[in-house]
């Protein structure tokens, strides 16, 4: 069982930046590529980043170039560093978990989740 606690979130002015966290506990850290996903008020919970366990990086277009993923193996953790945002990024923020390099863009690719940071950016 593999345990995922986000922590970071909250509310930031459009133009600004946020770095928000997920503490992952259980079984080896280094066995799983990592995601993040979000998901805003009436809307589906969307693919945001990804990070295999070699360090290979997959990023939806509505973040390229704004946001990063990154991964500390000897903290167990995987952080979000989020630039430029934009008030359409408000969200909450998932972590999670998959035992598998490919398809890491659909939530199904994904074992374990954390519980959600919510994120919000204004105007």
């Known amino acids: 069982q593999v345990q995922l606690v986000e922590s970071g979130g909250g509310s930031v002015q459009a133009g600004g930046f946020l770095r928000i966290s997920c503490a992952v506990s259980?079984?080896?850290?280094?066995?799983?590529?990592m995601g993040w996903f979000r998901q805003a008020p009436g809307k589906e919970r969307e693919f945001v980043v990804a990070i295999t366990k070699s360090g290979n990086l997959i990023d939806a277009d509505s973040v390229k170039g704004r946001f990063t993923i990154s991964r500390d193996y000897a903290k167990n953790t995987v952080y979000l560093q989020m630039n430029s945002l934009k008030p359409e990024d408000t969200a909450v923020y998932y972590c999670a978990a998959a035992n598998r390099r490919y398809g890491l863009e659909s939530l199904g690719s994904y074992d374990f989740w954390g519980q959600g940071t919510q994120v919000s950016v204004s105007s």
């Open positions: 259980g079984r080896s850290f280094a066995m799983y590529s």
